[in-house]
């Protein structure tokens, strides 16, 4: 059943989208601002990370690019 799932979350590139149920807990533990910016962001079933480094704009990062999360 479990892999009958990930094939259904298969992008065209080969890629498994995420979990829609941990990329909910992920934004819940985001400070709201950032939390509603990466909410709007393309291709969220392809979030690999979102980086918080002290001194540094967030950015989010995908199988092939990287965004700055703005407000």
Same mark, same amino acid.
């Given at each position: ?7 259904? #979350?298969?992008?065209?590139? *080969? =890629? ?6 941990? !990329?909910?807990?992920?934004?819940? %533990? ?9 909410? #709007?962001?393309?291709?969220? *079933? =392809? ?6 480094? !002290?001194?540094?704009?967030?950015? %989010? ?9 703005? #407000?």
């Amino acid at each position: 059943m479990a892999e009958a799932m990930q094939e259904l #979350r298969r992008s065209t590139n *080969g =890629l498994t989208d995420a979990d829609p149920a941990e !990329l909910d807990l992920l934004f819940q %533990a985001l400070p709201p601002h950032l939390n509603r910016a990466v909410k #709007r962001l393309d291709h969220q *079933g =392809l979030l690999l990370e979102v980086v918080l480094d !002290l001194g540094r704009e967030p950015e %989010a990062r995908f199988t092939r690019s990287s965004s700055t999360i703005r #407000r």
